[in-house]
């Protein structure tokens, strides 16, 4: 592997002027900026109105603004959004005679070392969910692997079996691109299949989450890339890796393969803010929504609501699926990573309203466009050849057996077991501060008894003991309050194998009661990211991976 070089930003600039007289004392919306006006009639501040968690447009709505995408509240005072540690920046401007000026840019990426052979060689295959083969005849590349089991501690399950052949691809491959440390996306038993000397891709996270987690599974060859730098992998093969737009650690995948340029967005919100490369032959992105325990675990919120929130993040992904389409012009487009659902017999509340996006929804909006749909079908190879993709179909496709769903549910509750002591010394062990009261609450599979210790955790002043469901406060002073109630087993799991917290949130795993009714992200992201263990282990046998074994002589010969 060779650094070859950044990407170069191009920018476009739209100067734009107005008359400060045309202003009034307060926030101004003007197209695409909001300007801000105090009561002398000084210029204070000039901002975007791009959201910064995932793109969206804000909307003035008194003092402050809303993104109607994910409800993201920014105080125009401050510049800060709500229960955020995330600022919002203003843009350089000049006041002159009057005259308020200030440019709006339009960036992109342009790979100054793209080379182009015209060997018509490039090739992909889409395997399931996240998980894709791109390959010349020099070199092969795997993304995201999930190919059997569940994720997110039995919450989700793939939509329909994977290919017979896929862990064999996966296997053979080159290299292996990890966009994040989600399970639907690091997968440990798709990866306990893998050899341990693998070459695997990564983004270089601050925390490194996704390395140290690779790491504790055994895998000795991580390549964290720096963020925008261009690495050549093979001939004629380069990849960089993109940050997500937001605080989260997640990433998106650039290719150059012999002159065919690729985008994988994955699950980023805001891929690179959205300066993106342009004119690219092929843009993948995720499709689906419905991808989070918000609003439906949210104790907060009435059915009515929940199903608006819904809906409203439905119509969310397709505006961010148009923003990437608009960003990067692509000439080919795929839906993928969306492939999931909720099999589970007592998740039968979620499956009934957690509805999502199909890839046929992208159709028509990208023919209009003039672009060239691809549709996700794993028997299906799409050959680049002079400048388009041809369609060549596996004959006679096999597909691994489907998933025991409740049967793996069950292994999983024999495997983990809750145990207060312990959890109130990983707790303690913790070392995130903040004003923040947490009930942890175990429960049934109905959340509807509890099973077990009910845990208080303050997170200020650092105390942790078991309580009475009558000691239970809603709402304290100063302080941000939640009630967690969580499936016995599953929290048992996230203790023992020091997992993400995002697990059980995404996975569907709990049910939350807050005050205020805000998004804790510092409390989410030190617990997903920060405070997860440095010697990673999953038992291979709570998720199915063992049975692809089992009940597959084939199978069993070739990967025992």
């Given amino acids: 592997m060779k650094k070859i070089g950044q990407f170069e930003i191009k920018t476009k600039i739209f100067p734009t002027e107005i008359n400060i007289k045309d202003l009034k004392i307060g926030v101004n919306s003007i197209k695409n900026h909001f300007v801000i006006v105090d009561n002398n009639y000084k210029i204070e501040n000039v901002i975007d109105k791009i959201c910064d968690h995932a793109g969206g447009k804000l909307i003035k ?6 993104c109607p995408m994910h409800g993201w509240k920014l105080n125009f005072k401050t510049l800060k959004y709500q229960d955020s540690h995330i600022e919002k920046t203003s843009i350089d401007f000049t006041v002159s005679n009057n005259i308020l000026k200030f440019n709006d840019n339009e960036s992109y990426l342009v790979n100054p070392h793209k080379v182009l052979n015209n060997k018509n060689n490039f090739k992909l295959r889409w395997l399931n969910h996240a998980c894709t083969l791109m390959s010349n005849e ?3 590349i795997v993304t995201d692997p999930w190919l059997k089991g569940s994720a997110f501690l039995t919450g989700w399950w793939l939509d329909k079996p994977s290919p017979s052949d896929s862990i064999e691809l996966v296997q053979n491959a080159d290299y292996i691109y990890i966009s994040h440390n989600h399970p639907d996306h690091l997968h440990p038993e798709t990866l306990s299949l893998v050899d341990k000397n693998k070459k695997i891709i ?9 390395e140290k987690y690779l790491k504790s599974l055994g895998f000795k060859n991580i390549y964290s890339l720096e963020f925008n730098e261009i690495y050549e992998i093979g001939e004629d093969f380069q990849v960089s890796v993109l940050k997500s737009g937001d605080f989260r650690d997640d990433s998106g995948l650039y290719l150059n393969i012999g002159g065919v340029e690729t985008l994988l967005t994955v699950d980023s919100n805001f891929l690179n803010s959205y300066i993106l490369p342009k004119n690219i032959d092929l843009l993948l992105t995720s499709f689906a929504g419905g991808a989070s325990g918000f609003p439906l675990c949210y104790n907060n ?3 009515e609501e929940k199903n608006k929130i819904n809906k409203r993040g439905k119509l969310a992904m397709r505006a961010s699926v148009l923003g990437y389409l608009n960003s990067t012009l692509p000439k080919n487009y795929m839906p993928y990573a969306g492939m999931f659902k909720e099999k589970a017999k007592r998740d039968s509340f979620i499956k009934d309203n957690n509805s999502k996006n199909n890839t046929e929804v992208y159709r028509e909006t990208v023919e209009e466009k003039g672009i060239n749909y691809l549709a996700p079908k794993n028997n299906i190879i799409y050959n680049f050849i002079n400048g388009q993709f041809l369609e060549k179909k596996i004959i006679d496709i096999n597909y691994l057996p489907s998933d025991k769903t409740e049967d793996i549910i069950a292994n999983f509750k024999a495997l983990y077991k809750y145990d207060s002591t312990e959890i109130i010394n990983y707790l303690k062990k913790s070392r995130y501060i903040a004003s923040q009261i947490v009930y942890i609450i175990p429960t049934n599979d109905g959340f509807s008894e509890i099973v077990n210790d009910i845990i208080f955790c ?15 406060i809603e709402e304290l002073k100063d302080f941000r309050t939640m009630q967690l109630y969580v499936r016995e087993e599953i929290f048992a799991a996230i203790v023992q194998e020091k997992l993400p917290w995002e697990d059980f949130s ?6 939350v009661t807050r005050f205020p009714n805000e998004y804790e992200s ?6 997903t990211n920060i405070y997860i263990n440095s010697i990673h282990y999953k038992n291979d046998s709570n998720c199915g991976a063992c049975e692809v074994i089992n009940q597959n002589p084939v199978l069993n010969k070739k990967y025992k």
């Fill in 61 to 66: 709505k008194g003092t402050s603004a809303i």
């Fill in 301 to 303: 919120y009435s059915l």
């Fill in 138 to 140: 020099n070199l092969s």
């Fill in 458 to 472: 303050n997170f200020k002043d650092h105390k942790f003991l078991i309580v009475k469901k009558e000691d239970i």
């Fill in 522 to 527: 510092d409390f989410w992201y030190h617990f």
């Fill in 202 to 210: 990564v983004g270089n996270f601050s925390s490194n989450s996704t």
């Fill in 506 to 511: 995404i996975g569907f795993q709990m049910r």
